[in-house]
């Protein structure tokens, strides 16, 4: 089901599942990560024909005066339920190897896939933030990071394997299944999508490998170019082919001055304090933690700012640019930010990208 034109680009929406969404600001609309919010940009995401929504599994915010990203659904759970609610957006949901044994979780992604007529997809996070995990003992010192992977490497193997076979024996350094059974198997052929975002070399290893489509980012253009077309060389060399995709923020406004007094104002609002934490989080030392935070600001993705045509032409620059075959879009507003996008934008970029 998801092969697609070589030509074709993907558009779809990282839902609001946690407070505050991706600008981490006290002057942002409010995003308070519930259902409703989630349910409503779901479902606009839907008719204005976006290709996909996907949401994150998060179990810990940062604090800060917002508590940013304090309130989270779980994933797979709250996609069950946009599979309802909409009709022919792609359902991709995040489950972590480490929380979830994998023929627990290859269970729950046949039966999202058979939820939404076979459109669902499996996000796979392999690393994950000690503080979240150390949280609810899930976290085990002895596994550097390469060993999180291997883990990883391990659990998609099986979840594959159940997917596409009556039994499975597997005995692996993390895992051992016997005569480990699956049924009913996913409706999409060959199976769910896959999808990762590893940057490090191991996890960049992993996504390419494991993979139907990995998320590449960087600092400027030319790194995420650079990303994009390492991981297609990686992919030609095992004998197959990646989509990349990128994550980017857009905020608009009539007029190219009012969009640009909206970022100024949300950048204004920037909550330092969770945005100290989050870096930590990421692993930046304590002694560069304020230079990082001041330089990074309330934005945590590319972001294109401007009236309408001003971000239509900023995107496919972006994408062109990059080289992408997708964008994972984040609004500041996601029912007005996708209303606009699918009337003013979406259709020009279908038929440039056609």
């Given at each position: 089901?998801?092969?697609?034109?070589?030509?074709?680009?993907?558009?779809?929406?990282?839902?609001?599942?946690?407070?505050g969404?991706?600008?981490?600001?006290?002057t942002?609309?409010?995003?308070?990560?519930?259902?409703?919010?989630n349910?409503?940009?779901?479902?606009?995401?839907?008719?204005?024909?976006?290709d996909?929504?996907?949401?994150m599994?998060k179990?810990?915010?940062?604090?800060?005066?917002?508590?940013?990203?304090?309130?989270?659904?779980?994933?797979?759970?709250?996609m069950?339920?946009?599979?309802?609610?909409?009709?022919?957006?792609?359902?991709?949901?995040?489950?972590?190897?480490?929380?979830?044994?994998?023929?627990?979780?290859?269970?729950?992604?046949?039966?999202?896939?058979?939820?939404?007529?076979?459109?669902?997809?499996?996000?796979?996070?392999?690393?994950?933030?000690?503080?979240?995990?150390?949280?609810?003992?899930?976290?085990?010192?002895?596994?550097?990071h390469?060993?999180?992977?291997?883990?990883?490497?391990?659990?998609?193997?099986?979840?594959?394997?159940?997917?596409?076979?009556?039994?499975?024996?597997?005995a692996?350094?993390?895992?051992?299944?016997?005569?480990?059974?699956?049924?009913?198997?996913?409706?999409?052929?060959?199976?769910?999508?896959?999808?990762?975002?590893?940057?490090?070399d191991?996890?960049?290893?992993?996504?390419?490998?494991?993979?139907?489509?990995?998320?590449?980012?960087?600092?400027?253009?030319?790194d995420?170019?650079?990303?994009?077309?390492?991981?297609?060389?990686l992919?030609?060399?095992?004998?197959?082919?990646?989509?990349?995709?990128?994550?980017?923020?857009?905020?608009?406004?009539e007029?190219?001055?009012?969009?640009?007094?909206?970022?100024r104002?949300?950048?204004?609002?920037?909550?330092?304090?969770?945005?100290?934490?989050?870096?930590?989080?990421?692993?930046?030392?304590?002694?560069r933690?304020?230079?990082?935070?001041?330089?990074?600001?309330?934005?945590?993705?590319?972001?294109?700012?401007?009236?309408?045509?001003?971000?239509?032409?900023?995107?496919?620059?972006?994408?062109?640019?990059?080289?992408?075959?997708?964008l994972?879009?984040?609004?500041?507003?996601?029912?007005?930010?996708?209303?606009?996008?699918?009337?003013?934008?979406?259709?020009?970029?279908?038929?440039?990208?056609?």
């Amino acid at each position: 089901m998801f092969h697609r034109p070589s030509q074709h680009k993907d558009f779809g929406v990282f839902l609001p599942v946690a407070n505050g969404g991706w600008i981490v600001s006290r002057t942002t609309p409010t995003l308070d990560g519930l259902y409703a919010q989630n349910r409503a940009a779901a479902i606009k995401a839907d008719q204005v024909g976006m290709d996909f929504v996907m949401s994150m599994g998060k179990f810990r915010g940062f604090g800060g005066e917002t508590d940013h990203w304090g309130t989270s659904l779980e994933s797979v759970t709250l996609m069950a339920a946009i599979a309802e609610a909409t009709k022919t957006v792609r359902i991709w949901a995040t489950v972590h190897p480490l929380l979830q044994n994998p023929a627990v979780a290859a269970k729950m992604i046949a039966t999202l896939d058979h939820i939404s007529g076979g459109r669902a997809g499996l996000n796979i996070v392999a690393g994950a933030y000690k503080a979240e995990f150390d949280q609810m003992s899930a976290w085990d010192d002895s596994l550097s990071h390469d060993d999180r992977y291997g883990l990883a490497e391990e659990w998609t193997t099986i979840v594959k394997r159940l997917w596409s076979e009556d039994s499975v024996d597997f005995a692996g350094k993390y895992f051992t299944m016997r005569d480990c059974q699956s049924k009913p198997k996913p409706l999409s052929r060959p199976r769910p999508e896959l999808i990762c975002a590893g940057m490090s070399d191991r996890g960049f290893q992993f996504s390419v490998r494991e993979a139907d489509a990995c998320f590449i980012g960087g600092r400027s253009r030319e790194d995420h170019r650079e990303a994009s077309r390492r991981a297609k060389a990686l992919a030609r060399d095992l004998g197959k082919t990646i989509r990349t995709y990128a994550m980017c923020t857009i905020v608009h406004a009539e007029s190219d001055a009012g969009a640009e007094a909206l970022m100024r104002r949300y950048a204004e609002g920037a909550d330092i304090g969770a945005i100290l934490a989050m870096l930590a989080n990421w692993g930046v030392p304590a002694d560069r933690l304020q230079a990082v935070a001041e330089k990074q600001g309330a934005f945590m993705t590319e972001t294109i700012v401007g009236s309408p045509a001003t971000c239509r032409e900023k995107v496919e620059a972006f994408m062109t640019d990059c080289e992408l075959d997708g964008l994972m879009l984040i609004f500041p507003d996601y029912v007005e930010g996708l209303a606009m996008f699918g009337d003013e934008i979406l259709p020009a970029l279908r038929s440039v990208f056609a």
